[in-house]
């Protein structure tokens, strides 16, 4: 009798963990992967250079939050998804040093000059404040 109170006991314990544990939002689809390397640098625009891959949790838990910029930005900052996993995207991520997944890069509408870099799980207050002191400051 003690056995199966022991086992229902550490099984209501697991579940109640389960229950609490903190949940990640469920990423959006994948963004569409940009290759157009030539048109990508002369839109005139800033660019926010996402280094995407389907397979990286950390890119899927980034990938809402990237959207949201797309539309919150998009008269001052051209949001650029570029696929690790697509070759074609390798030389515009080595110029700009997003040479893995979940790499980030403000590039000025140069085309050549990083203003901002981030990795990782993106602290969206950081980044949406970077944003938009670049707007603000009319670059």
């Known amino acids: 009798m003690w056995h199966v109170l022991?086992?229902?006991?550490?099984?209501?314990?697991?579940?109640?963990?389960?229950?609490?544990?903190?949940?990640?939002?469920?990423?959006?689809?994948?963004?569409?992967?940009d290759t157009r390397a030539d048109t990508v640098l002369v839109s005139g625009k800033a660019r926010f250079l996402d280094s995407y891959a389907a397979w990286c949790t950390t890119c899927r838990r980034n990938?809402?939050?990237i959207n949201t910029l797309k539309t919150q930005f998009a008269?001052?900052?051209e949001v650029v998804t570029l696929d690790v996993d697509d070759p074609?995207?390798?030389?515009?991520?080595?110029?700009?040093?997003l040479v893995?997944?979940?790499?980030?890069?403000?590039?000025?509408?140069?085309g050549e000059t990083v203003l901002a870099r981030w990795f990782g799980v993106l602290n969206e207050q950081?980044?949406?404040?970077?944003?938009?002191?670049?707007?603000?400051?009319?670059?």
């Open 100 to 110: 893995d997944r979940s790499m980030y890069a403000l590039v000025a509408p140069d």
């Open 6 to 33: 022991r086992v229902m006991m550490l099984c209501a314990g697991m579940l109640l963990l389960a229950a609490c544990a903190p949940q990640a939002s469920a990423p959006t689809a994948a963004p569409a992967s």
């Open 63 to 65: 990938a809402p939050f």
């Open 75 to 77: 008269d001052h900052i």
């Open 126 to 139: 950081e980044v949406t404040a970077r944003l938009t002191q670049f707007v603000q400051s009319g670059q």
């Open 88 to 97: 074609a995207t390798r030389p515009l991520r080595d110029k700009f040093g």
